[in-house]
């Protein structure tokens, strides 16, 4: 079983302390959301646990040993990583984009082997791409570049997945087919590490919660604890009230 464990995170950029003693972990099997307000720290906090991130306090073990102990292929084969800004600078398309999800398994220059291939497919398939997979990234809306990231980062077969707003662009109907397939990922024995705003869509999938808040943990616990009305009130500085009149508004997939 790998498990990521960040315990204890201190991270300085510049002359702000954007992580104040943060700890975070993910473990196989588990949907995890961390919220929190614009310059909490989370974007940070991923980047942190992946290891891109230098820290001046605290420590990052995957799998029990140090993070930085890890070879970059090694490290990349057990997390995978979305992050919030997508960038294409080439004109590669989607397909090849995914197909560098790959990577960590081949060695430089390896042609592809079939193993590759049918998990290339696999990812394409499981964020629905496959309609637009060989056409130019730079040809496709932000929601379908977004869906060819989450395959990217599917076609490592990591056991973790870290994904920073990963619905960003999408859909109703994608966002939807997202949750659904983290969800089920999570089932099937990997972990999923989840930054995002929309706590309505996220948070009724989500085994735990955590409440990022100045560079600290303010609560990991289940959703209904961690999203309690006080601690939405300290965190966002918001009332939470149950719903009136039509909205907001309940959204499932259509069977």
């Known amino acids: 079983m790998t498990d990521l464990v960040g ?5 300085q950029l510049g002359a702000r302390r954007v992580l104040a ?36 306090g605290g420590a990052v073990q995957l799998g029990g040993k140090p993070i930085g102990g890890w070879r970059g292929d090694e490290r990349a084969r057990q997390v995978a990583f979305v ?6 600078p080439f004109e590669f398309t989607g397909r090849e984009l995914v197909a560098m999800g790959r990577h960590p398994h081949r060695g430089q220059r390896a042609p592809l082997s079939a193993d590759d291939r049918a998990a290339i497919a696999q990812a394409l398939r499981d964020v629905d791409a496959e309609a637009f997979a060989d056409r130019p990234v730079t040809t496709l809306s932000g929601g379908e570049q977004r869906r060819i990231a989450v395959a990217r980062a599917l076609a490592t077969q990591a056991p973790l997945l870290l994904l920073d707003e990963p619905t960003n662009c999408l859909d109703l109907e994608h966002a939807l087919q997202l949750v659904a397939l983290l969800r089920r990922l999570c089932a099937q024995g990997r972990g999923c590490l989840v930054a995002s705003h929309d706590l309505n869509l996220f948070a009724p999938a989500a085994d735990r919660v955590v409440l990022l808040h100045e560079g600290r943990v303010a609560a990991d616990a289940p959703p209904e604890q961690a999203l309690a009305p006080a601690l939405l009130r300290a965190v966002f500085g918001v009332d939470c009230r149950p719903a009136t009149g039509g909205f907001p508004l309940a959204f499932r997939l259509v069977d």
């Open 7 to 11: 315990s204890e995170l201190v991270v």
């Open 21 to 56: 003693g943060a700890s975070c972990a993910l473990r196989a099997g588990e949907f995890v959301l961390l919220a929190g307000r614009n310059g909490a720290g989370k974007s940070t906090l991923l980047r942190t646990l992946l290891g891109a991130q230098r820290i001046a």
């Open 83 to 88: 992050p919030q800004a997508i960038e294409t």
